[in-house]
Every structure is written in structure tokens, then in C-alpha cells.
């Protein structure tokens, strides 16, 4: 085992991450930006090395300074978390060829996996089922417009590249077409992903159900269970569970030999996961895209086995040979903590004046503040995520219901209040909803 490592990210992620790889006994190492100076992540690491101002293109996501600082410490290995640069193919290969540990999978398969376009076509030819759609990318109005005539609506619009909901939109004819197509296109340049669009079938009400696996240094690839996100606002999660309350015994089943079967076709190591669109009156899925790093939701995934993900990749990341048993246990629920308007869901940032967690059985924070922060616009608004467990989904839910009553966050806006209207309405409280829950609550 390696003796050191560099946590490549901050707030929440940095904090949880540092936590593992002190308590087995390894040097934690943290990179901070200027607005990030005062927040837990970077008190509780053994070193921290200031990288630069607040815009994350100077600091966070600026590869040099990274590896520079990483040099500078010392680091054996680089864990990247989630977001920023834990995507990244060059980055990992610059720092396997600095000589370090890349905690993750290898460059390749972050490459074959990172452009949905390929990694769509790719699990087509292995045999796991995927939405009817375009097998080339899509960079013309003129080509999104035929290739619906040949696939049919409703579509699904979205960035070739990227994650977390961006530039995603839904087609019902030519004219929504047309917007959502000009809005992924705005959206792949801003962010950097080319001008490559893809095209799928949508399905209406769908649920979003993941499967997390572990690839391990032997080769195996192992699932952990599934964990079911399809509470979203602008096709980005804010709840996440655990097993899904929506999928059949059956049907989970398949779901896991495929997600097993998709790390198998790219030679999969680490943590990775798998995600899917599920039909959930036809109980029927298809491929949706694989993200090859930590999730945000691994909580409630370690909540219902038992395990720390976090350790996994560690363990894996240093060739370690070790069975890994799965037995899950319970049901777990997720709540992203956001600074953000509860209603309409815009950021709020801003200094927090109080700060109190709650604390029980079953009950599970993992924040990146603390009072006397401030929330910064520079960085996604995620502050903390409070999850459950319980022994039945009913007993997750209660407790779910005291700990969001117990939370108290002063100072910038927040979504604890749409977290206890969530608890309170009949279609999440019952298992029975969909990816457009959250819409139906707004409209």
C-alpha cells in the first residue's frame, strides 16, 4: 500500500475521502483554492497546498498546478473524487506518468467510456440493451431532424461528452427539437465537450436506477446492488436510494449481471457505476451511460453493504488481491443538501451563521462545511448529504423525516424545505414515482 495520498478536489468529497485514508493510517493531502482556505476539508488534512484563486480553471482544474503539488508533497497516489478532474484521461495518465497512483481506472477506459456516443455503441456490441438512436454524433439541426424521423419521438437530446444533467432536454416534435438541440450544442461548448450531440428514445415515465460495481485487481468485476435516482430537478439528482422501490427481484437480477457484464467489456478496476433508464411498467432497462469514478450517492450504497468505497479503491488502486462478499442489509435514502432556492432551485450562496447537524441511529452526514463558512458562487452548490438508514424503506423514511426536522442550516438559502415536502408526498412516499416527480411538485 502506498503511504500518501493527494485528494484532488474539495468541500464534501475532499473531507470524506481524507477520513478514509487516514483511519488506515496513510498521509492525507489536501489542494485548496483561495475561497476555500476555511473550510473543514482543508483543516483536517495532514498537508494542504494552496493551488491558486477561486475560479476552478486556476485551481482545481488546472492539471499542472495539481501535479505540481503533488510533487511537492510528496503524494504516492491521487484520488480525484468526483466532478472536476476525476473524468479526465489526460490527467490520469499524467499522473501514472509522474510516477504516482492513479486511484481510479485506467485512461483508456475513461475514454471508452466518457463519449456516451461510443460507450452507447460499445455496450450495443456486447450484447446490453440500449435506447433505439443515433450510432454517429449529431453536429447539424439538419441531421438531428432526419435522425428523428428514423428514431421517432419523444427524444432524449443530449452532449456527447459531459455529466450531470447538462445541456440534457426532451423533444416531443420538430420545434422542441430544434431548441433542445441549440441548447446542448450551447451547452457542449461552454463546457468544453465538442459539438457532438447524441439522440435516444425517451422514455416516458422512466426511473433512473444505477448499479454500482467494483472492478478488482484480479479482474473480477463484482455489483454492489443498485441504488435508485430518479428524484431529480433539471436531470440532475437530489435523492438517491437504496434498493430501488421500483424494480422487481427479477428485474434487479438482470440489471446487475448486465452492469457486471459492461466492466467485464472495458476491463474495468476500481469503483464505477452504471446507469440506466428503466421502463417501470414494462419492468424493462436500457443502457443509459457509465460514470467512470465515485458517486456522489456511494452513501447509501455503504450504508445498505456495509463496505467503504472509498477503501475499495485504495485497496484496488494498490494491486491488493481480497474477496469481496456482498450481503446487502436494509434500505438507505440519500438527501443532497444544496444551497439553493427550495422552489426554484437557483444557487444561494452565502456565510453560514448556523450549522447544526443531526445525529442518531441510522443517521449518516457527510458535509463540507461547518458555521462561519461562506458558500461561494464559484463552485456547485452541494453543502452537505444527509442520509438514512433504516431496516425497511418505512423505518428509512422516518428516520429521514426526524433528520430533516433536526437539520438547521442559517445563512444561505437552502432545499431542506422541499427535502421534508419530498418526505410528505404520496408518490415518493409510496416507491411509486418517476424522473418527473419533481416537475409535477413545481408545476
Known amino acids: 500500500m502506498f503511504e500518501?495520498?493527494?485528494?484532488?478536489?474539495?468541500?464534501?468529497?475532499?473531507?470524506?475521502v481524507i477520513r478514509t485514508v487516514r483511519r488506515m493510517g496513510l498521509r492525507a493531502i489536501a489542494v485548496y483554492s483561495e475561497a476555500d482556505a476555511d473550510l473543514p476539508f482543508v483543516q483536517e488534512a495532514d498537508e494542504a497546498v494552496l493551488?491558486?484563486?477561486?475560479?476552478?480553471?486556476?485551481?482545481?482544474?488546472?492539471?499542472e498546478k495539481v501535479l505540481d503539488a503533488a510533487r511537492k508533497s510528496g503524494a504516492a497516489a491521487v484520488h480525484p473524487g468526483y466532478g472536476f478532474l476525476s473524468e479526465n484521461a489526460d490527467f490520469a495518465r499524467a499522473v501514472i506518468d509522474a510516477g504516482m497512483?492513479?486511484?481510479?481506472?485506467?485512461?483508456?477506459?475513461?475514454v471508452q467510456m466518457g463519449d456516451k456516443i461510443n460507450a452507447r455503441n460499445l455496450m450495443e456490441n456486447a450484447g446490453i440493451p440500449v435506447a433505439a438512436g443515433t450510432r454517429e454524433p449529431v453536429t447539424t439541426l439538419e441531421d438531428a431532424l432526419r435522425a428523428a424521423e428514423e428514431v421517432g419521438y419523444p427524444l432524449m437530446v443530449k452532449t456527447a461528452g459531459g455529466g450531470g444533467g447538462i445541456g440534457m432536454g426532451v423533444a416531443y416534435d420538430d420545434e422542441s427539437l430544434t431548441k433542445a438541440f441549440e441548447q446542448a450544442s450551447r451547452a457542449a461548448a461552454r463546457f468544453g465537450g465538442g459539438a457532438a450531440i447524441l439522440l435516444e428514445?425517451?422514455?416516458?415515465?422512466?426511473?433512473?436506477?444505477?448499479?454500482?460495481?467494483?472492478?478488482?485487481?484480479?479482474?473480477t468485476v463484482v455489483a454492489l446492488g443498485e441504488r435508485d435516482c430518479s428524484v431529480q430537478r433539471r436531470?440532475?439528482?437530489?435523492?438517491?436510494?437504496?434498493?430501488?422501490?421500483?424494480?422487481?427481484?427479477?428485474?434487479?437480477?438482470?440489471?446487475?449481471?448486465?452492469?457486471?457484464?459492461?466492466?467485464?467489456?472495458?476491463?474495468?478496476?476500481?469503483?464505477?457505476t452504471v446507469e440506466c433508464l428503466v421502463d417501470a411498467d414494462k419492468q424493462d432497462f436500457v443502457f443509459l451511460e457509465m460514470n467512470t469514478r465515485l458517486q456522489v450517492e456511494h452513501p447509501v450504497t455503504e450504508l445498505v453493504t456495509g463496505s467503504d468505497l472509498v477503501e475499495h479503491q485504495l485497496r484496488i488502486a494498490a494491486g491488493e488481491v481480497y474477496p469481496v462478499e456482498v450481503a446487502p442489509r436494509g434500505h438507505a435514502i440519500e438527501f443532497r443538501i444544496y444551497a439553493e432556492d427550495p422552489k426554484r432551485?437557483?444557487?444561494?450562496?452565502?456565510k453560514i451563521s448556523v450549522w447544526e447537524e443531526p445525529s442518531g441511529e441510522g443517521i449518516r452526514v457527510d458535509s463540507g462545511y461547518v458555521a462561519a463558512n461562506t458558500v461561494t458562487p464559484f463552485y456547485d452548490p452541494l453543502i452537505a448529504k444527509l442520509c438514512v438508514h433504516g431496516a425497511t424503506r418505512a423505518e428509512a423514511l422516518e428516520r429521514g423525516r426526524a433528520a430533516v426536522a433536526a437539520f438547521r442550516v442559517e445563512g444561505p438559502k437552502n432545499n431542506l424545505p422541499?427535502?421534508?415536502?419530498l418526505l410528505d408526498h404520496p408518490e415518493f412516499a409510496s416507491g411509486d414515482y418517476d424522473t418527473g416527480l419533481v416537475s409535477r411538485m413545481r408545476s
Not at 51 to 63: F, H, N
Not at 263 to 269: C, D, F, I, S
Request: hydrophobic share 40%.
Open 51 to 63: 493551488l491558486g484563486p477561486a475560479s476552478p480553471a486556476q485551481s482545481y482544474l488546472d492539471v
Open 345 to 350: 432551485f437557483f444557487p444561494g450562496p452565502g
Open 201 to 219: 428514445r425517451y422514455i416516458e415515465r422512466a426511473r433512473h436506477v444505477e448499479v454500482q460495481i467494483l472492478g478488482l485487481a484480479d479482474g
Open 418 to 421: 422541499f427535502c421534508a415536502e
Open 101 to 110: 497512483v492513479w486511484i481510479g481506472p485506467a485512461p483508456e477506459a475513461i
Open 235 to 272: 436531470h440532475q439528482k437530489v435523492v438517491e436510494e437504496s434498493p430501488s422501490p421500483g424494480i422487481t427481484p427479477e428485474l434487479r437480477e438482470r440489471m446487475l449481471a448486465a452492469a457486471v457484464r459492461v466492466g467485464e467489456a472495458v476491463g474495468y478496476r476500481g469503483a464505477g
Open 4 to 16: 500518501s495520498v493527494l485528494v484532488a478536489n474539495r468541500g464534501e468529497i475532499a473531507r470524506r
